[in-house]
């Protein structure tokens, strides 16, 4: 199994692993599956700042996790939300985890200082991860989103990835990064399923 950042090949393959999520469960409150172009062009305008990475065992992608933008008010710059999606046959063996971790070690070289995961309830594996991870609870949105024919909550989770110091500069681009640093932040220990 490796890590690496997603390329132009793996999109079509994400976005077969996110439209389950999307055609049957709240976990994502988006309605309709995106077309392949439309995702893409989501993918694009997401990795011109943040990382998406993408686990690959023996060729095939069964998860990825990506940072998002958290809030657009300037303020929020240094802060970003996290996503993971895993295919069924691989949840629960401590892939969202070795995702997760990575991603946040990214973020934190570019000049992150805060990450929040926004986890549709009830979802006691996300929480469980969150938790894991060093994620505390900031609170919960009651009703905040309506489908499959019903009103779901949210729980926001945070986690530090520094200390509060004034910052020096803007987040860096994921591009900024050099390819050595990415690919040893990514090919940080076994990964075995």
């Known amino acids: 199994m490796i890590l690496q950042l997603i390329k132009e090949e793996d999109i079509a393959e994400v976005l077969e692993i996110y439209a389950p999520y999307v055609q049957n469960t709240a976990i994502t409150f988006e309605y309709e599956v995106p077309s392949l172009e439309s995702f893409a062009e989501r993918v694009h305008h997401y990795t011109e700042q943040y990382p998406w990475i993408v686990a690959k065992d023996h060729g095939k992608i069964v998860g990825y996790a ?9 303020a929020y710059q240094w802060c970003c939300e996290l996503s993971v999606y895993l295919r069924p046959e691989v949840q629960g063996k401590d892939l969202g985890r070795t995702l997760y ?3 946040m070690d990214l973020l934190t070289l ?5 990450v929040y995961g926004v986890i549709t309830l009830p979802n006691e594996a996300s929480l469980a991860l969150h938790n894991q991870l060093g994620f505390s609870m900031d609170g919960i949105q009651e009703n905040c989103g309506f ?12 986690k530090p990835l520094r200390d509060f110091d004034p910052p020096l500069s803007e987040p860096k681009s994921i591009h900024e990064l050099s390819s ?5 932040i990514l090919s940080k220990g076994p990964l075995h399923l």
């Open 66 to 74: 990506y940072a998002s933008l958290y809030r657009s008010r300037e």
């Open 101 to 103: 971790s990575a991603l």
């Open 180 to 184: 050595d640093v990415i690919d040893a």
């Open 110 to 114: 570019q000049g992150y200082y805060m």
């Open 147 to 158: 489908k499959l024919g019903s009103w779901h909550h949210t729980a926001t989770m945070s």
